[in-house]
């Protein structure tokens, strides 16, 4: 099996305060790996760091064998790692078709083409119609963003990274916020990813970490405190007792 | 499949002429002929709408706020008037065209340093810019003839052909086809996924990135066009009254672009052309009234227009166009102006 996502020995501060300690991750192609941890554990900050947001102090990523720390943000897009964001990070004046429309464009290399209009690329249209249909939006497709329900931005969310076409993919906390009625669609949208994609998830929600991973790894204070499988994750006292026994005081 | 069908319709609507673009054209080439007396006002408009759609194009589109916009009309404007004065390029559009290149290359240079920072950031640096043009301007007098401006501009007949006239026929003419192409290009540009990519990332800089759209790259080929577009403008300011002084760098001349997109609003192309006809009108009237405190009119305008909402004085003034329209051509042809968020 070979590593989709690697991080080593990586290190980052805010000022005296650090975030990230020494962290060696490996996700393994084709995994449902799930990153989970107590608020404040540096998950987001270690998603920053994979995705090129925050460089790290220290230490290196790699995907797929090759060394991505020093790439910025759009060309590791292109090198096949996209992500989605626990708080829409989407466009509100721009519709679904749009916004869909674009990424399919950027991933083909047409994003820079001043000249041909929107909709004039029969394999870009196609594209764009299978990906709307597949997260159920074609219906909404014509509306703007602000004005759709949160539980279709956030399918909106997860189609805009899929429309990257990612080999890995990092699904920050993808149910995060959405009501119970809408919450069945994002839920069966994650479990219908294409197999052939690394997830890299950072979730709270146990219910779906445990539905979902086939393996875990647990942040606290920014280092790995243990990983494994779902079941000896779950027995783990040490995580038990920061973790799971947290969430269970809550 | 109907999806697909769907999509590429819907795709493709955007960026279908309405009739109501095809009635506003029609009726600025109209102008032409229905008012022989007032060439100059209406090119100066004409003038004004271009450099307006300009800013548009950074700033509707891409976000990009500029007080100092003045910096690249006025090197067109010099570039203009120094290639005719010292009879370089003595064709007007080939002089025009170089002109805006150089804007563009200026455009290009200052674009690294306007990208980076946000809004306070870049209104300070593109005003800084202007300033700074505008004292090199005065310092370098040997080349740009100092507060006299260049002297004895004498242009040559468009294309060899069409001589300017002093009624300013031809210039009016002239500088309405110079923005009828230009626009055509720019309707173009925000239309295609280069187009939606800026609108990407004046929505959402950090998710623009995210799905791989190269953010800077995409505002620096923006800022360059808008430059080459305002280095037109001013060239065709130099090119029709046969004048280039300091005051084409002035900081009033940026400001007056805010008010214009202001009045019209952005991000729909048309925004900077109605504005700078009622811009332009305002301006008119106030002098005709209060020749010394029209200033104070154009104030009270702005604030209303803030106070009461472009959209709701939109309706308004559509109101009596829509009726008639409604009446020809059925409910859908009615004029809307699309909204884009105020800036």
Not at chain 2, 304 to 324: C, E, Q, S, T, Y
């Amino acid at each position: 099996m070979t590593i989709a996502l690697e991080t080593r020995n990586l290190e980052k501060s805010f000022g005296g305060l650090r975030v990230t300690r020494d962290l060696s991750l490996k996700v393994m192609q084709g995994a449902r790996h799930a990153l989970i941890g107590p608020n404040g554990a540096g998950k987001t900050t270690v998603i920053n760091q994979l995705t090129g947001v925050l460089t790290p102090n220290s230490g290196s990523i790699l995907l797929e064998g090759a060394d991505i720390t020093g790439l910025s943000v759009h060309r590791r897009v292109l090198r096949g790692l996209s992500r989605t964001f626990q708080i829409n990070q989407l466009y509100p004046d721009l519709t679904p078709l749009e916004t869909i429309g674009l990424a399919v464009s950027e991933r083909m290399g047409r994003g820079g083409d001043w000249w041909r209009r929107m909709g004039t690329r029969s394999d870009v249209n196609a594209e764009i119609a299978e990906i709307l249909s597949r997260f159920h939006l074609l219906d909404v497709m014509t509306e703007l963003t602000s004005t759709l329900p949160y539980g279709k931005q956030r399918l909106l969310e997860i189609a805009v990274a899929i429309a990257a076409r990612p080999r890995v993919l990092l699904l920050d906390e993808p149910a995060a916020g959405v009501p119970e009625s809408e919450r069945h669609d994002i839920l069966a949208a994650v479990a219908a990813l294409p197999r052939d994609v690394t997830v890299l998830l950072i979730e709270h929600d146990m219910d779906l970490v445990f539905s979902f991973a086939d393996r875990i790894s647990v942040l606290v204070n920014g280092g790995l405190l243990t990983e494994g499988a779902p079941d000896e994750v779950a027995r783990d006292p040490q995580v038990r007792a920061v973790y799971l026994g947290e969430a269970a005081d809550a | 499949m109907t999806a697909l069908s769907d999509v590429s319709t819907h795709a493709m609507a955007s960026a279908r002429w309405r009739i109501s673009e095809v009635a506003f054209w029609v009726l600025a080439l109209a102008c032409a002929f229905l008012f022989p007396s007032r060439y100059l006002i209406m090119t100066d408009i004409v003038r004004l709408g271009l450099f307006a759609l300009s800013l548009d194009l950074i700033l509707g589109y891409a976000g990009i706020v500029s007080l100092g916009h003045a910096a690249f009309f006025g090197v067109g404007a010099y570039s203009a008037g120094l290639l005719a004065l010292h009879g370089i390029i003595n064709e007007p559009v080939i002089a025009l065209v170089a002109a805006g290149l150089v804007a563009a290359v200026l455009g290009f240079l200052t674009s690294f340093l306007v990208i980076r920072g946000a809004d306070l950031t870049r209104l300070m640096v593109t005003l800084g810019i202007a300033l700074l043009l505008e004292a090199l301007a005065e310092r370098f007098s040997d080349i740009t003839g100092g507060t006299d401006g260049l002297q004895g501009i004498e242009m040559q007949p468009i294309l060899g052909l069409f001589a300017f006239d002093m009624f300013g026929k031809t210039g009016f003419l002239y500088s309405l086809i110079v923005l009828f192409v230009l626009f055509l290009l720019a309707r173009r540009v925000v239309h295609s996924p280069f187009g939606l990519s800026l609108r990407a990332i004046r929505n959402n800089p950090l998710r623009a990135a995210a799905i791989g759209v190269p953010v800077n790259r995409r505002l620096i080929a923006v800022y360059t066009l808008a430059a080459f577009y305002a280095g037109i403008a001013g060239a065709l300011f130099t090119q029709t009254t046969a004048l280039a002084s300091l005051d084409v760098f002035a900081f009033e001349r940026s400001a007056d672009l805010m008010l214009v997109l202001v009045i019209g609003g952005t991000g729909y192309l048309y925004g900077g052309l109605i504005g700078a006809v009622v811009f332009k009108m305002l301006q008119e009237l106030f002098q005709s009234i209060t020749p010394q405190y029209w200033l104070f009119w154009i104030g009270l305008v702005l604030v209303v227009i803030v106070m009461v909402g472009r959209a709701r004085i939109h309706r308004l003034v559509l109101f009596v166009p829509n009726l008639i329209i409604r009446q020809f051509a059925g409910r859908k042809a009615a004029v809307a102006v699309p909204e884009s968020e105020a800036s």
